[in-house]
């Protein structure tokens, strides 16, 4: 679902000069958290402090963005959304699936090995797209040393796919899975990789936390 305009949230995000420059942010997880049926603020905390650090380094050719997947939802449950911080709008809130080997309707297990069919969590930046087997994809690389780092190597990207609808989430109680893709639904797929694409970071949150120590950028 894109949401075009943030006033119907009825909360601003407030970003200075300064704090967009270093990739800080004033106030945001306090406002964000308020929004009906987005993201939560542990979530957000998680989010942000990843963001802010690869920001602040450099790694993030569009800081105005951020892209948060919450994995402790069920995958019936919209859980991703896309965040536009220097305007103070919800841009996308879509359904997503996580990987085959990663659970049914919760996702529960997570890796960055080659073959595992599991989704990895963590930072990462997106990159550039192709079109190739799962048609119109988003290259993402992996922030997280030994988290997510393989995911170039693995193929781990963004793109649509036809088991990721409300329809079949009613029909078998889950979405279908990918091989470890952040899959989501076929007819958005192109306008939330259009937006994203080129340098804007993505962050997975899921039941184990992201180790602070092991950022590779």
């Given at each position: 679902?894109?949401l075009?305009?943030l ?17 800080r ?14 993201p ?22 569009r800081?105005d ?15 991703l959304?896309v ?12 359904l997503?699936a996580?990987g ?22 963590g930072?990462?930046v ?8 799962n ?38 109680g ?18 939330i ?25």
């Amino acid at each position: 679902m894109k949401l075009p305009i943030l006033a119907s949230l009825a909360f601003v995000v407030v970003v200075t000069a300064d704090a967009r420059a270093a990739g800080r942010t004033v106030g945001v997880a306090e406002r964000l958290a308020a929004v009906p049926n987005g993201p939560g603020r542990r979530v957000l905390d998680a989010a942000l402090a990843a963001y802010n650090e690869a920001a602040q380094d450099g790694t993030l050719a569009r800081p105005d963005l951020l892209t948060v997947i919450d994995y402790t939802r069920p995958s019936t449950e919209r859980r991703l959304w896309v965040l536009d911080l220097a305007r103070g709008r919800v841009l996308f809130h879509e359904l997503v699936a996580h990987g085959k080997n990663s659970g049914e309707n919760l996702t529960r297990f997570f890796s960055n090995a080659h073959g595992s069919l599991k989704t990895s969590l963590g930072l990462f930046v997106t990159d550039t797209p192709y079109v190739g087997r799962n048609g119109y994809s988003l290259r993402l690389r992996g922030l997280d040393r030994g988290v997510n780092d393989n995911a170039l190597d693995r193929a781990i990207v963004m793109h649509g796919a036809s088991y990721v609808s409300a329809a079949i989430a009613a029909k078998l109680g889950r979405l279908g899975r990918s091989w470890g893709c952040p899959a989501v639904s076929a007819e958005v797929a192109r306008d939330i990789i259009d937006t994203i694409k080129g340098g804007s970071a993505i962050f997975a949150y899921g039941p184990s936390p992201r180790p602070a120590t092991e950022a590779t950028h």
